[in-house]
């Protein structure tokens, strides 16, 4: 079987928990995932540190980045650059490891043109109005903040049909198990076996008639 790992993009709303669902993921499925952690300009929040939730660098570092070829994708979210590292996903994928990127949807769509074996998960809200209630007990935004945030979710609903899934953030044990149930099947997909395939056919050439 093909031992390549499969490359996950998970993206939602803001408010729809990806963070959390993202974090659960990873702690009750240890062994099959990895996370890619990518740069940022935006300013480290309280507790956040460089090198676990994401590399923080200034514009300028980041600019050079991009030049130098090292991010898979880069996209503009509200005035901050945000990009994933390339080497880190590449290595990861050909050591057999599922890589998570927890991207916005821009980068997603860019991911999905270049590896093409990739799967799209889109988390939605239970409902808009479980969204915005959760948007505002966050308690970390404005008001206006989190208007911004649903008008954007506007924007991006328009996109959700790209996506290959879509998995309802409502009871969070429920939606990661759901996830991950998703990717054996995945894995399954002749796209992402064309190298063993070709191997048991190449094989069977020793009987050709
Ligand atoms: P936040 O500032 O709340 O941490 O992230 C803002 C948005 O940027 C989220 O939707 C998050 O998924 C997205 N994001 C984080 N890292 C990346 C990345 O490497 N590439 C892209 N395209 N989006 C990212």
Redesign the pocket.
Known sequence: MNSKGLLIII?GY?GTG?GTVVKRLLEKYDERYVLSI???T?EPRDGEIDGR??FFKSKEEFEEMIANEELI???C??D?Y???PKSYVEDRLNEGRNVI????I???LNVKELFPDSVLIFLLPPSVEELEKRLRSRGTETDELVNARLARAVVESESVYNYDYIVINDDIEECVDTINGIIPVEKLRVSHQRSFIKKIEDDLKAYKA
């Open positions: 993206s803001s990806k990518s740069a940022t935006r939730e994401y994708e880069h996209a979210y509200v901050n945000y990009g994933t990127l927890e991207i916005e821009q980068g997603a």
